[in-house]
């Protein structure tokens, strides 16, 4: 959808959304509607009138409203509008920081995931641009030139998530990130021959059963001045059928979703290069398919991983790990990074502790975890701290390797396993992990997102490089 900021409506305009905070603020000319109708402009309410010149659509951001309140009604504006081909929002009563959160709110509702019909969309929404009335266009083309970036970096990612595994093969996802150098990011694909030259077996190990080889990814932003770069990994199983201890057949069309984690590290590092972050950045993502073939690896297997740890496999269907090992172990050798954020779909096990509401974060550093979950917070995408214990890490010794994979068996703490495991790969440096296994999907469409891939992470990760790592001297 297209965004423009003006200063007053044009002609054109089939619909108009206007936001209100509380019901003191309501416009004197559709006060009696709005009392008809029980609007008081609590944050999440809505009301549509008809009035000269069209319909009007009144938008409760509460009393007190934030950006927050401001992205969740420039979203109601474009669910509620969405029949109409080219909409206003009119935040001229509102500061520019509000006005341009409408507008992203509007944008991220408006994304629609009908790529692979070969027949109209009934439920398509018409809209295609969104003009945002500012007292001050001005700075809000400029708060939104910014927000824009992020907002073009998550639809990237929602595309991606939204393919199929027969459309997004791990060669197929290196090939639509080669698009990336367009906007000045260096894109470097390693191929199944140089991991096997670099030892990457945990990655290996886990592409083995599929036909289509495995990648690692490796996406790099100069930035604009000399320093250790931001990495974020990302796990990028483009299709994961639980190898040989296979998953239940209901549901199982859902692990489609499961490169989420690398989905999202690579809009980020398109929105920080559209918006020329001065930051350094790298991302390096982890692409495989984990399907069951002769070559498929095995519970008992052991494995070696790029720095040479060895890893008794106990799991096939806990692959993620197995390929953000070497993700996070090649990132600290060859990136150097200053700090790392890595993404994943990685375990049931969270989303029975924080459902589809927010992602767990995991941290050796409570610093960067802070960081991480302020950022969250500021863009409507968050994360709750949760424990790396000395018993999940003691959990993971193994008899015949250097660490177990997992743990099987009923109330295990696989969430805290998995953010042990992945702490041996990282060393010194600097490190959260986002769990957001049940944040990377919509089951049903609601006022403030459509149904279907989110885009978690992108805005999140794009935020924490601007609060906390765009300063030279910091």
Not at 133 to 147: G, K
Not at 195 to 205: D, F, I, K, Y
Request: aromatic residues 4%; proline residues 6%; contains cysteine.
């Amino acid at each position: 959808m297209r965004v423009r900021i003006r200063r007053r409506a044009e002609r054109s305009i089939h619909a108009v959304a206007i936001p209100v905070a509380g019901a003191e603020a309501v416009p004197p000319r559709f006060a009696e509607a709005a009392r008809a109708a029980g609007f008081d402009g609590r944050r999440g309410s809505a009301c549509l009138v008809h009035a000269p010149p069209g319909r009007v659509l009144l938008v409760g951001v509460g009393d007190a409203p934030g950006t927050d309140a401001a992205r969740g009604a420039g979203a109601a504006a474009a669910h509620h509008l969405s029949d109409a081909r080219r909409i206003a929002i009119d935040a001229t009563a509102l500061p520019s920081a509000l006005a341009a959160a409408l507008a992203e709110g509007a944008a991220l509702r408006a994304w629609h995931g009908a790529r692979y019909r070969s027949l109209p969309d009934p439920e398509a929404p018409a809209l295609t641009a969104c003009d945002i009335l500012a007292d001050d266009p001005h700075e809000t083309e400029r708060l939104w030139q910014s927000a824009e970036a992020a907002v073009v970096g998550t639809a990237f990612a929602r595309d991606l998530v939204l393919a199929p595994g027969n459309k997004l093969t791990p060669r197929n996802f290196a090939a639509h990130l080669s698009r990336l150098s367009d906007a000045g990011v260096t894109v470097e694909v390693v191929n199944a021959a140089r991991l096997r030259a670099l030892g990457m077996g945990g990655l290996l190990a886990v592409g083995a059963g599929s036909a289509f080889a495995p990648r690692l990814i490796v996406l790099r932003w100069r930035g604009a001045f000399d320093a250790p770069p931001v990495a974020f990994v990302g796990k990028g199983i483009t299709f994961d059928t639980g190898g040989v201890c296979i998953k239940p057949a209901a549901g199982m069309e859902d692990m489609r979703a499961d490169m989420a984690g690398a989905a999202a590290c690579a809009g980020a590092m398109l929105a920080l290069a559209l918006r020329r972050s001065p930051a350094p950045a790298a991302a390096v993502l982890a692409v495989a398919e984990n399907a069951t073939g002769a070559a498929s690896y095995r519970p008992g297997d052991i494995v070696r991983t790029y720095p040479g740890t060895t890893v008794e496999v106990i799991d096939t269907d806990a692959e993620g790990r197995l390929v953000l090992a070497d993700a996070l172990a090649y990132t600290v050798a060859q990136v150097r990074p200053r700090a790392i954020v890595d993404l994943a779909t990685l375990t049931g096990s969270i989303v029975s502790a924080l459902g589809s509401v927010m992602a767990g974060l995991f941290a050796n550093d409570p610093a960067l975890a802070a960081k991480v979950a302020a950022a969250g917070a500021a863009v409507g995408e968050p994360a709750w701290w949760m424990p790396i214990g000395d018993s999940h890490r003691a959990d993971l010794d193994s008899d015949v390797a250097d660490l177990r994979q997992c743990l099987t068996g009923r109330r295990q703490p696989d969430a805290c396993h998995a953010a042990a495991f992945l702490r041996e790969f990282v060393g010194d440096t600097p490190w959260a992990h986002l769990d957001i296994a049940g944040v990377e999907d919509k089951a049903e469409a609601d006022e403030t997102a459509p149904r279907g891939p989110t885009g978690f992470g992108v805005r999140l990760l794009d935020r924490l490089v601007a609060q906390s790592f765009e300063d030279p001297e910091a």
